[in-house]
């Protein structure tokens, strides 16, 4: 995602909502070009499961279909801009299949950790999804 200097913050805002739809997409589809230049070389993406990657693992089991990301849906993500650094948070609904469980739909909060590279480009620093707490129990 290019972002000219000149946007304002909520143009700032607006740009990084759509670099999170863009990783949504681009995993989705299985794009390891797009993945490439949206996710920083130095990325730590933990999964919901606990799970950790790298951005070098993370692609390469989408890659393969070992992760294979049926649908995401990032909702609308909270956006705070810090200078070069932006943090998004959020709730969305994912659906996934991997190898070691098949189709999983689910709800994930997360937390999105975007650098500003080079000309404007921001790519995805960090990653960290949790699952919402289950509902109390109704009372006996």
Avoid: C
Avoid at 37 to 42: G, I, K, M, P
Avoid at 46 to 59: N, W
Avoid at 106 to 118: A, E
């Amino acid at each position: 995602m290019r972002l000219d200097s000149t946007l304002g913050r909520g143009a700032m805002r607006i740009v990084l909502g759509l670099a999170v739809a863009s990783l949504a997409a681009a995993s989705v589809r299985g794009d390891v070009a797009a993945l490439g230049r949206l996710l920083a070389d130095d990325l730590t993406y933990t999964h919901a499961s606990g799970v950790i990657d790298t951005k070098a693992s993370l692609v390469s089991s989408i890659q393969s279909g070992k992760l294979k990301y049926k649908s995401i849906d990032p909702g609308q993500p909270r956006v705070r801009v810090y200078g070069n650094t932006a943090v998004l948070t959020g709730t969305a609904t994912v659906q996934v299949e991997s190898t070691m469980a098949g189709p999983a739909p689910f709800q994930i909060h997360f937390t999105d950790v975007y650098v500003k590279k080079g000309a404007g480009s921001w790519q995805a620093v960090a990653w960290q999804s949790t699952r919402p707490p289950a509902p109390p129990s109704p009372a006996p």
